[in-house]
C-alpha cells in the first residue's frame, strides 16, 4: 500500500513547507488566491497554439517559489505524477491536427504537434503556480480566504475538518491494511468481500470518531466556526503584491514588451 | 478523470465554477434548514475517510487488476445528498491543491462532474427509489453497481462535453466518447461492487448510520430539480454550441461529421463572441526586421481565424523572455535574501 504511504509524505512536505516564514508566507491569503487565480485565468486564455507567450508567464510560480524557499523537487516530483490524464489527452491532437502549421529548417510541424506542445507548458505552469501557492499559504489561511471571499462556511468548515483529519484517516487506514496483509499470508490483494469488511469497518469507526469529535466540541461551546490563528489584515503590501503581479500579467497579455525588450537588447549589442 | 487546467479555456471554467457554486450555496442552505445543528464533524471525517479508503484496493477476479471504491455514491448514502455534495467538492478541492489532480481553474467543472451527477442526479432518482427503505443484499449490489455506472457515465460525459467547448484538446467528439464512455462503464461496475461491498457490510452491523434507510419516503422535490438540473444543462450546452464554437479546426471537424445542430448561426450573439474571441486570442508576432518567412495557418469556415502566425524561431523573442525569466528569478533571490536578513537580525 505504498499510495497511502505516499500521499501521507506528501501532504506532509507541504504542509511543513507553509509553516516556514518569509515575505511571501506573511502575504494575506486572499491577496494570493486572488493573483494565483487571475495567473490561471492568464494562462488558459491564449489559443490553443501559442507557445511563445506562455513563457515569460513562469515568472509567477519562479518568483513565489525562490522567494517562498519551495525546493523545485517537490514541484516536479508532484508534475511528474499528475501528469498522465493531460499527456493522454493531449497526445491526440497530431494525432487528429495535421494541418502544416509552420517550417523550421525544411521540416514542416503540424499544427497539433504545437497545440500538444502548448498544453504541456499550461500543465507544467499552471500546476506548478497551484502548487507553489499551498506551500507559500497553507491550508487554514487558504480556507479563511476562501470564506472571506464568500464560499459557504459550512463548505470552509468542513474542508478544514477533512484536511485536520486526512492523517488521523490515511494513518488508520494503513494500520488496517497492514494487519490484513500480515493475517493474508502471500496474498497481496484484497478480495472484494474482505474489502468490504474491512473499508466497513474504517466508515464505522470514522462514524464513532465524528460523533466523539461532535460531542467534545459542543462540550466546549462550539458556535458553529473556527477561531482564527492571526486575525487577517489586508494590508498596504498585499495591495500591492496584487497589483505589480495584475500589470504584469495584463503587459504579458496584451502587448508584446518582451520581444521590444529583446529586440532592444540585441540593438545595443550590435 | 479529472479536467485539468491545461485543458479548458476560461469561459468553461467560469460556467464550471458558477453551477458548482450555486450548488454548494443550495446545499449550504439546505443544510442549514433541515438540521438545527449540523453534524460538520461527520462531513469532514466522512470525506477524510473517503480519501483515505480511495487508495485501498482490491483484486478484481479474473483480469490481474486492482479497483477502489467511488467517493460520491457511498457519501451520499451516509450523509445525504446536499451534504455528500459539498464533502465531495472538499475532497476534490485538496486533490487540486496537493496532488496536482486536476487544478484550480477546472475545479468547478470537476465538482460538477464527480459530485453533482453521483449525489444530485443518481442517488436520489436511481439509487433511493430502487432501494426502498430495507433492501436485501442482492437487491443492495446491483442497485450500487447501476448507480454508479450512470452517474459515471454521465460524468464522463460532462468531462467529453467541458474539454470539447474548451477547444485547446484536438480530439474529435465521437472518438473521444468512444475513448472514454467504455472505460468508465468498466470503472463504474468495479466501483459499484466496492460500493456495494461497503454498504452490504455496513447495512447489516449499523443500518442507522446510512441515510436512505430513513423510514421517510423520498419526496418528489429531488426528482424535479434533477430535471430542471438537466434542462439547464443541456440548455447551457446547446446554446454555447450555438455561440462560442471555440476554433476553426474543430468547427470543420465538426461540420464534417454531419450533425444538424451544429449550423453556423448567423445571429448577433455569434459575431459579437467571434469579435472577443479575436480580441483575446491574438499571437504576437516574434519576428526579426528582415524575416520574412511566415507560415499562416488557413481557416476556412470560421469567424475567429487568428492573423498570421510566424513561427521562426526568432531571436528577440528568445532573448526577451530568457530576461524576463532571469528578472523574475533574481527578484525572487532577492526577496529570499531579505527576508531571511531579517529573520536573522
Known amino acids: ?233 489586508f494590508t498596504v503590501r498585499d495591495f500591492g503584491f496584487a497589483v505589480v503581479w495584475l500589470l504584469f500579467f495584463a503587459t504579458i497579455r496584451f502587448s508584446d514588451l518582451v520581444t521590444t525588450i529583446g529586440q532592444l537588447v540585441l540593438r545595443g549589442l550590435g | 478523470m479529472h479536467m485539468a487546467d491545461a485543458l479548458i479555456s476560461p469561459v468553461v471554467g467560469a460556467g464550471g465554477w458558477a453551477a458548482t457554486l450555486g450548488l454548494a450555496g443550495y446545499s449550504a442552505r439546505i443544510i442549514k434548514k433541515k438540521i438545527e445543528e449540523p453534524n460538520i464533524a461527520l462531513m469532514g471525517v466522512g470525506a477524510a475517510f473517503v480519501f483515505a479508503a480511495q487508495m485501498i484496493n482490491f483484486s478484481i477476479p479474473g483480469t490481474g487488476s486492482s479497483g477502489h471504491l467511488g467517493g460520491g455514491l457511498i457519501l451520499a448514502a451516509l450523509l445525504g445528498p446536499h451534504a455528500a455534495y459539498l464533502a465531495m467538492a472538499s475532497i476534490l478541492t485538496i486533490q487540486a491543491l496537493f496532488f496536482a489532480d486536476g487544478g484550480l481553474l477546472s475545479l468547478g467543472c470537476n465538482v460538477f462532474n464527480l459530485a453533482f451527477f453521483p449525489c444530485f442526479l443518481a442517488y436520489p432518482l436511481l439509487f433511493r427509489r430502487l432501494t426502498g427503505g430495507t433492501p436485501s443484499r442482492a437487491r443492495l449490489s446491483w442497485v450500487s453497481v447501476v448507480t454508479a455506472v450512470v452517474g459515471l457515465q454521465l460524468g464522463a460525459m460532462a468531462v467529453v462535453i467541458e474539454t470539447q467547448l474548451s477547444g485547446i484538446s484536438a480530439l474529435p467528439l465521437r472518438e473521444f466518447l468512444l475513448l472514454m464512455l467504455p472505460i468508465h462503464l468498466a470503472i463504474g461496475v468495479v466501483e459499484g461492487l466496492a460500493t456495494a461491498a461497503v454498504l452490504m457490510f455496513v447495512h447489516q452491523a449499523r443500518p442507522d448510520v446510512l441515510h436512505f434507510t430513513e423510514a421517510k419516503p423520498p419526496s418528489s422535490k429531488p426528482l424535479i430539480f434533477g430535471l430542471l438540473g438537466c434542462a439547464v444543462l443541456v440548455g447551457a450546452v446547446v446554446s454555447w454550441f450555438a455561440s462560442g464554437q471555440p476554433d476553426g479546426l474543430e468547427w470543420s471537424m465538426e461540420k464534417t461529421s454531419g450533425s444538424a445542430e451544429l449550423e453556423s448561426p448567423d445571429t448577433a450573439v455569434y459575431s459579437t463572441a467571434a469579435d472577443v474571441q479575436k480580441k483575446v486570442s491574438f499571437l504576437p508576432d516574434y519576428k526579426l526586421p528582415n524575416n520574412d518567412e511566415t507560415v499562416t495557418v488557413e481557416n476556412e469556415n470560421t469567424a475567429s481565424s487568428w492573423p498570421a502566425v510566424d513561427v521562426g524561431t526568432s531571436l528577440s523573442g528568445i532573448v526577451g523572455i530568457a530576461l524576463t525569466l532571469l528578472l523574475a528569478g533574481l527578484i525572487g533571490l532577492g526577496i529570499r535574501r531579505r527576508s531571511s536578513v531579517q529573520n536573522q537580525s
Open chain 1, 1 to 233: 500500500m505504498g499510495k497511502l504511504a505516499d500521499s501521507v509524505v506528501a501532504i506532509g512536505n507541504l504542509d511543513l513547507l507553509s509553516y516556514s516564514d518569509s515575505f511571501i508566507h506573511r502575504l494575506d491569503a486572499r491577496s494570493k488566491l486572488l493573483v494565483t487565480l487571475a495567473y490561471l485565468i492568464t494562462v488558459v486564455s491564449w489559443n490553443r497554439y501559442a507557445i511563445w507567450p506562455l513563457i515569460p508567464l513562469a515568472s509567477y510560480p519562479l518568483v513565489l517559489g525562490l522567494s517562498g524557499h519551495v525546493p523545485a523537487r517537490e514541484v516536479f516530483k508532484r508534475l511528474l505524477f499528475a501528469a498522465p490524464f493531460v499527456v493522454l489527452v493531449g497526445i491526440f491532437n497530431p494525432v487528429f491536427d495535421t494541418a502544416p502549421f509552420a517550417e523550421v529548417m525544411g521540416v514542416s510541424i503540424s499544427a497539433g504537434w504545437i497545440s500538444f506542445l502548448s498544453i504541456l507548458i499550461r500543465f507544467v505552469l499552471t500546476v506548478s503556480a497551484t502548487l507553489v501557492l499551498i506551500a507559500v499559504t497553507g491550508m487554514d489561511p487558504l480556507c479563511s480566504a476562501a470564506e472571506k471571499l464568500g464560499a459557504p462556511r459550512i463548505f470552509v468548515m468542513q474542508l478544514a475538518f477533512l484536511y485536520r483529519y486526512l492523517f488521523v484517516l490515511i494513518l488508520t487506514a494503513l494500520r488496517m491494511i497492514r494487519a490484513a496483509e500480515m493475517r493474508s499470508f502471500n496474498r497481496s490483494r484484497l478480495s472484494v468481500s474482505h474489502f468490504g469488511s474491512l473499508v466497513g469497518h474504517l466508515l464505522l469507526r470514522t462514524v464513532d470518531r465524528a460523533q466523539r469529535i461532535h460531542v467534545a466540541m459542543c462540550a466546549r461551546g462550539f458556535n458553529g466556526c473556527f477561531p482564527q490563528r492571526r486575525p487577517m489584515r
